[in-house]
Nanobody, 120 residues
Framework: QVQLVESGGGLVQPGGSLRLSCAAS????????MGWYRQAPGKQRELVAT???????NYANSVKGRFTISRDNAKNTVSLQMNSLKPEDTAVYYC??????????????WGQGTQVTVSS
């Protein structure tokens, strides 16, 4: 019913930058919030950043000042600009959307994940 497709992951050196993008498609009526989460090996999935339809944002303390989340409501896309990357940012990054389907049900959807590796 809904697909979240991520792109933009990869390998980058410490101090470098990457930009992740996610596009939502399918039987979507409206999207309340979109966000990015990450999961490093052996750790639980954690929130990175979220943004509401009114573009209110929330960031994990560990990424504040380095990452910027943005969203295009007309295109149902969300992006994450990651600057000053650190080795501890290495993880699989997942796109998330809290949305209402055209049939009326509200639900949460996840992308398949994209690997970000920060290493010299």
């Amino acid at each position: 019913q809904v697909q979240l497709v991520e792109s933009g992951g990869g390998l980058v050196q410490p101090g470098g930058s990457l930009r992740l993008s996610c596009a939502a498609s399918g039987s979507i009526f409206s999207i309340y919030a979109m966000g990015w989460y990450r999961q490093a090996p052996g750790k639980q999935r954690e929130l990175v950043a979220t943004i509401t339809s009114g573009v209110a944002t929330n960031y994990a303390n560990s990424v504040k000042g380095r990452f910027t989340i943005s969203r295009d409501n007309a295109k149902n896309t969300v992006s994450l600009q990651m600057n000053s990357l650190k080795p501890e940012d290495t993880a699989v990054y997942y796109c998330n959307a809290d949305l209402r389907l055209q049939l009326g049900a509200r639900s949460t959807w996840w992308g398949q994940g994209t690997q970000v590796t920060v290493s010299s």
